[in-house]
């Protein structure tokens, strides 16, 4: 099938619905607010993946089962609460917010948290805009990535693009901020090689190449915003992985009040449900996945697009 790029002259949806709901449910307002248990939540992961190499014999049945089932999973709860702490939603002060969103990111491996936050930023406020959205897959991955063999080494390979994708679309002029990312991360990687070793590395990699696209967990890359229902580019899940994920599967909830955190994008629905419970949702990440893969008319195409 011949996929053609999918463009809107429509703004983004979010910022009109926000109004509207705002105007018609004012009480919502009292959902801005920090989420306190963000930075327990997000140390304890930290310790808990960092430890678990320490302590886990080296055989290879025993390795690969802890790595899918908990370090993959602790590595995307430890990515999407970067995600909420880059909206300044654990701390008042930006600066205490970018420090924690630091300390999340060292068993992620790469320096990632400053970065993520300014192109994440680009997406909410740009969404679908050509050289800005960097969520948008690239051109040349969309006329390479075709077919569903395509379809399924992308998908596998999901985190690598995710990461490498925005470096070469929209270059970063580095701040303060992303440079103590990097040094901080380099240091703390070279530490915790001489403390553990090749295993050590191989677990937090491992984890981090897992939940890119083999984990069920990351079927929210593919839910959030490949259009399965015309007229509609951002899809929520409210299914039992949102405990896993910050709820980030509240995400045209997130995406109408990305200030909000996740904890309290559930009474959001609660308030202003009139404005959510007739959009498509979606059941399943790991059916949005499998629908992706072997559905034709479905492609890296198909992504709303705006000059």
Avoid at 34 to 52: A, E, G, H, R, W
Avoid at 143 to 149: P, Q
Avoid at 264 to 287: C, D, T
Wanted: glycine fraction near 4%; charged fraction near 15%.
């Amino acid at each position: 099938m011949q996929h053609k790029e999918i463009f809107s002259e429509e703004p983004e949806p979010h910022l009109a619905r926000r109004k509207a709901i705002l105007k018609e449910f004012p009480n919502v307002r009292s959902l801005f607010v920090l989420d306190k248990n963000m930075k327990y939540v997000t140390f304890l992961l930290v310790i808990v993946q960092l430890t678990i190499p320490l302590f886990l014999p080296q055989n290879i049945w025993v390795f690969l089962f802890v790595t899918y089932f908990v370090g993959a999973t602790i590595a995307h709860a430890l990515f999407l609460s970067i995600h909420e702490i880059t909206h300044d939603v654990a701390f008042k002060k930006t600066s205490w917010n970018n420090c924690l969103a630091i300390f999340a990111n060292l068993p992620l491996v790469f320096p990632i948290a400053m970065a993520f936050k300014i192109y994440h930023a680009k997406h909410h406020w740009e969404q679908g805009s050509i050289g800005n959205d960097v969520d948008l897959p690239s051109k040349l991955e969309r006329k390479i990535f075709r077919g569903y063999i395509g379809k399924i080494i992308w998908m596998i390979n999901q985190i690598i693009f995710y990461a490498v994708r925005p470096l070469l679309i929209l270059p970063l002029k580095l701040d303060k901020w992303n440079i103590a990312n990097f040094i901080v991360q380099l240091v703390f990687m070279v530490g915790y090689f001489y403390l553990t070793s090749w295993f050590g590395l191989i677990y937090l990699s491992g984890s981090l190449f897992i939940v890119g696209g083999l984990h069920p967990t990351s079927g929210h890359f593919i839910a959030e915003h490949y259009i399965v229902k015309e007229d509609q580019e951002t899809y929520s899940y409210y299914g039992w992985l949102n405990k896993l994920t910050f709820n980030v599967g509240y995400h045209n909830e997130h995406h109408d009040f990305p200030s909000i955190p996740g904890s309290q994008l559930p009474k959001v629905r609660e308030m202003a449900g009139k404005y959510y419970n007739n959009l498509y949702i979606q059941k399943s990440w790991v059916l949005a996945k499998w629908k992706f893969l072997i559905n034709p008319a479905l492609s890296l195409y198909s992504r709303v697009r705006r000059k």
